[in-house]
């Protein structure tokens, strides 16, 4: 099409327009040529328009009968750098519908997947007949230009940091960024500018942003511009303005002050799951995005399906794959893998060689696990133990102790059902954090911490967030012992033991305002202490000790919308009363009676190759490995439900006991 270079299907979402992972086809209809699927993006000739700032006309026509109702999505000046129309109703009462839809404040800068500029689609389908655009022509191009030179530096030490940083001009467009900036992975596409997504704190309304590695220059029309730089959740944000004049260079320090130090009390942060691809061991880019978010340890996982991986990383694992640039921030080879839609995706941390499993053994989740284990690996669950059916997987492994963590929190919403549930059986499972980028957040905006000592060493970080003195956050700072021992921690008493319980939290304000903190026992919430608008709390509290249980705490900040929240929570303490068990004697049964209806939908289900990631790679082998696989795995669940009979029996005997008085 005239001023079009190029016409692509994407596989998911593009420039704020929501996909599927349906393919796109091309179709004639009546004699037109037609674009059928879900998401069709545009990338607009640079030649006639590049970054402008103007309104933009674009005409669709589409086949009804073939379309749901669609929206428009384009590169934008302003907020989030992504503009999007509302949904778009098809017209049945006629086979063909055109439709004109003004893009307001285009920029057609190419910062969309793979280049483009505009994007039409819908999840559920649209036939795309034909495309036209056309400029206004009301850009203002600037005349006078000067130059700002940026210095990041932490405030306390002096030192030149990497960061976040966003600079706007009085109408809130961000000047693309220079080549000085950190070049970014998106997928395949290689950016400088990313959009700061709602659930991210920033301190500006306008939410395009780039990262630096501490300097940064650029040259940019005169004027008045904002500045926001932000360095994870321990710094307080900057946010303030400064002026460009004609030919002069303005130099600008950033100043980002901390909050608090989590590292001098041992804490450091980590992300389980991010994915950047690396080609060498040392790339400084790449650690550059991890760092400027101040993450101690960056997982950065290569991503596999039963076809092959993606996401590289070299092939040096284990202490090999480490790097840091600065000896303070760490990005370290794992896997994410094996995934399906049948059982979930899994995450295996600290391997001392890649585990990915071959085709013909793709759903022996435990062989990966158990293989994991040996390397002195650390593996659990992704995407809150519940997408992709983790639940299924996990009700197979979680019996022979495979399982050491559940990814609880994610995208801006914690999800802990599944995981009280194995926790009220008894087992013993830790919480993890992970970004998921690029896929749902920047690196660090969820986290992991784990005490390891003031001085960080990665093996010692690895090990405590194996043994559980870790929490999870998206904000909120936390602290909590019982009786002196840590997050993590098993407690041995006898019945009627006092037990103090000791717990704190502190939100940096910039983040969120601090709502409360809550005690958590057996899935309850037994006490609530408000933080009645202070950014600190601490509380002190004994409870006497009539039985097992598990207990742990969690935070919240006021944003508690849907996939919108600001909270933490810790790994549990294990409090063992007379040597019982730590399950709930209230719910045991029925949760049991659970999982084994999950290992009945493995085996009876059928499987969806539309449920995996990457359906156009994976379909036909899945189908046809499936068939083959799922009758050799009934061993395997015929132990777990064996295992699950002696949990039902030794929770029965111990019912007895306690009713005869025995206990």
Same mark, same amino acid.
């Given at each position: 099409?005239?001023?079009?270079?190029?016409?692509?299907?994407?596989?998911?979402?593009?420039?704020? &327009?929501?996909?599927? #992972? +349906?393919? $796109?086809?091309?179709?004639?209809?009546?004699?037109?040529?037609? =674009? /059928? @699927? !879900?998401?069709?993006?545009?990338?607009?000739?640079?030649?006639?328009?590049?970054?402008?700032?103007?309104?933009?006309?674009?005409?669709?026509?589409?086949?009804?009968?073939?379309?749901?109702?669609?929206?428009?999505?384009?590169?934008?000046?302003?907020?989030?750098?992504?503009?999007?129309?509302?949904?778009?109703?098809?017209?049945?009462?006629?086979?063909?519908?055109?439709?004109? &839809?003004?893009?307001? #404040? +285009?920029? $057609?800068?190419?910062?969309?997947?793979?280049?483009?500029?505009? =994007? /039409? @689609? !819908?999840?559920?389908?649209?036939?795309l007949?034909?495309?036209?655009?056309?400029?206004?022509?009301?850009?203002?191009?600037?005349?006078?230009?000067?130059?700002?030179?940026?210095?990041?530096?932490?405030v306390?030490?002096?030192?030149?940091?990497?960061?976040?940083?966003?600079?706007?001009?009085?109408?809130?467009?961000?000047?693309?960024?220079?080549?000085?900036?950190?070049?970014?992975?998106?997928?395949?596409?290689?950016?400088?500018?990313?959009?700061?997504?709602?659930?991210?704190f920033?301190?500006?309304?306008?939410?395009?942003?780039?990262?630096?590695?501490?300097?940064?220059?650029?040259?940019?029309?005169?004027?008045?511009?904002?500045?926001?730089?932000?360095?994870?959740?321990?710094?307080?944000?900057?946010h303030?303005?400064?002026?460009?004049?004609?030919?002069?260079?303005?130099?600008?320090?950033?100043?980002?002050?901390?909050?608090?130090?989590?590292?001098?009390?041992?804490?450091?942060?980590?992300?389980?799951?991010?994915?950047?691809?690396?080609?060498?061991v040392?790339?400084?880019?790449?650690?550059?995005?991890?760092?400027?978010?101040?993450?101690?340890?960056?997982?950065?996982?290569?991503?596999?399906?039963?076809?092959?991986?993606?996401?590289?990383?070299?092939?040096?694992?284990?202490?090999?794959?480490?790097?840091?640039?600065?000896?303070?921030?760490?990005?370290?080879?794992?896997?994410?893998?094996?995934?399906?839609?049948?059982?979930?995706h899994?995450?295996?941390?600290?391997?001392e060689?890649?585990?990915?499993?071959?085709?013909?053994?793709?759903?022996?989740?435990?062989?990966?696990?158990?293989?994991?284990?040996?390397?002195?690996?650390?593996?659990?669950?992704?995407?809150?133990?519940?997408?992709?059916?983790?639940?299924?997987?996990?009700?197979?492994?979680?019996?022979?102790?495979?399982?050491?963590?559940i990814?609880?929190?994610?995208?801006?919403?914690?999800?802990?059902?599944?995981?009280y549930?194995?926790?009220?059986?008894?087992?013993?499972?830790?919480?993890?954090?992970?970004s998921d980028?690029?896929?749902?957040?920047?690196?660090?905006?969820?986290?992991?911490?784990?005490?390891?000592?003031?001085?960080?060493?990665l093996?010692?970080?690895?090990?405590?967030?194996?043994?559980?003195?870790?929490?999870?956050?998206?904000?909120?700072?936390?602290?909590?012992?019982?009786?002196?021992?840590?997050?993590?921690?098993?407690?041995?008493?006898?019945?009627?033991?006092?037990?103090?319980?000791?717990?704190?939290?502190?939100?940096?304000?910039?983040?969120?305002?601090?709502?409360?903190?809550?005690?958590?026992?057996?899935?309850?919430?037994?006490?609530?202490?408000?933080?009645?608008?202070?950014?600190?709390?601490?509380?002190?509290?004994?409870?006497?000790?009539?039985?097992?249980?598990?207990?742990a705490?969690?935070?919240?900040?006021?944003?508690?919308?849907?996939?919108?929240m600001?909270?933490?929570?810790?790994?549990?303490?294990?409090?063992?009363?007379?040597?019982?068990?730590?399950?709930?004697?209230?719910?045991?049964?029925?949760?049991?009676?659970?999982?084994?209806?999950?290992?009945?939908?493995?085996?009876?289900?059928?499987?969806?190759?539309?449920?995996?990631?990457?359906?156009?790679?994976?379909?036909?082998?899945?189908?046809?490995?499936?068939?083959?696989?799922?009758?050799?795995?009934?061993?395997?669940?015929?132990?777990?439900?064996?295992?699950?009979?002696?949990?039902?029996?030794?929770?029965?005997?111990?019912?007895?006991?306690?009713?005869?008085?025995?206990?």
């Amino acid at each position: 099409k005239e001023h079009v270079t190029k016409v692509f299907g994407t596989g998911t979402s593009a420039l704020g &327009v929501p996909g599927s #992972r +349906a393919n $796109l086809q091309l179709k004639m209809i009546d004699a037109r040529a037609c =674009a /059928v @699927g !879900s998401v069709i993006a545009f990338d607009v000739d640079d030649a006639w328009a590049f970054d402008i700032d103007e309104p933009v006309t674009v005409k669709l026509t589409i086949a009804t009968a073939l379309s749901t109702p669609f929206v428009v999505g384009w590169d934008k000046n302003g907020g989030t750098g992504i503009g999007t129309t509302e949904p778009i109703l098809p017209d049945s009462s006629s086979p063909y519908q055109t439709v004109s &839809v003004t893009l307001d #404040r +285009a920029r $057609l800068a190419g910062q969309g997947t793979q280049g483009s500029d505009v =994007a /039409v @689609g !819908s999840r559920t389908g649209v036939a795309l007949c034909d495309f036209s655009i056309a400029r206004s022509g009301t850009t203002v191009e600037p005349k006078a230009f000067g130059t700002v030179r940026l210095t990041v530096k932490d405030v306390r030490t002096g030192a030149v940091v990497p960061a976040r940083v966003g600079i706007y001009d009085s109408t809130g467009r961000a000047p693309l960024a220079s080549e000085k900036a950190i070049m970014l992975q998106r997928y395949a596409d290689d950016v400088r500018m990313l959009a700061v997504n709602d659930r991210t704190f920033w301190p500006s309304a306008n939410r395009q942003a780039f990262y630096v590695d501490g300097r940064y220059e650029a040259r940019l029309p005169v004027g008045t511009y904002e500045l926001a730089a932000t360095r994870g959740l321990e710094y307080r944000a900057a946010h303030f303005n400064f002026d460009i004049r004609q030919d002069k260079v303005t130099d600008v320090t950033v100043p980002l002050d901390r909050y608090v130090d989590m590292a001098s009390q041992g804490w450091y942060s980590g992300d389980s799951h991010i994915h950047l691809t690396r080609d060498k061991v040392a790339d400084p880019l790449v650690w550059g995005m991890v760092a400027a978010e101040d993450i101690f340890v960056g997982n950065l996982l290569e991503m596999g399906n039963i076809s092959g991986t993606h996401f590289k990383q070299p092939d040096r694992w284990g202490p090999a794959s480490r790097y840091a640039l600065d000896k303070q921030h760490y990005v370290v080879t794992g896997q994410e893998d094996p995934r399906t839609g049948m059982m979930g995706h899994t995450i295996h941390h600290n391997l001392e060689s890649q585990l990915h499993p071959s085709a013909e053994n793709y759903f022996f989740y435990n062989k990966v696990f158990e293989e994991s284990h040996k390397q002195g690996g650390t593996s659990g669950f992704a995407h809150l133990g519940q997408g992709f059916n983790g639940q299924r997987g996990m009700a197979l492994t979680v019996p022979f102790g495979l399982v050491d963590f559940i990814e609880v929190l994610q995208a801006g919403r914690i999800y802990t059902d599944v995981w009280y549930r194995f926790l009220d059986m008894g087992y013993r499972i830790n919480p993890a954090a992970g970004s998921d980028w690029p896929y749902s957040d920047f690196p660090g905006i969820v986290r992991n911490y784990a005490k390891a000592s003031r001085q960080l060493d990665l093996d010692a970080w690895y090990k405590a967030f194996h043994d559980g003195q870790v929490f999870v956050t998206n904000g909120p700072l936390i602290d909590f012992s019982i009786n002196g021992k840590p997050m993590g921690a098993e407690l041995r008493v006898k019945k009627g033991t006092p037990l103090t319980i000791t717990a704190s939290a502190q939100l940096n304000p910039d983040v969120d305002k601090l709502n409360r903190l809550e005690l958590v026992a057996l899935s309850e919430v037994i006490a609530t202490v408000p933080a009645d608008g202070k950014d600190k709390i601490t509380s002190t509290r004994t409870l006497t000790a009539d039985h097992s249980m598990w207990i742990a705490v969690r935070a919240l900040g006021d944003r508690q919308e849907p996939r919108n929240m600001v909270v933490a929570h810790s790994a549990p303490i294990y409090v063992v009363v007379d040597d019982q068990p730590t399950w709930n004697p209230e719910t045991l049964p029925m949760l049991v009676e659970y999982q084994r209806n999950q290992l009945k939908d493995l085996m009876t289900q059928p499987l969806e190759p539309l449920d995996d990631l990457e359906p156009w790679e994976t379909r036909d082998l899945l189908l046809e490995v499936w068939d083959r696989q799922r009758p050799n795995m009934q061993p395997k669940i015929d132990e777990a439900n064996a295992m699950y009979d002696k949990l039902i029996e030794s929770f029965r005997k111990s019912a007895g006991r306690r009713a005869t008085g025995q206990e």
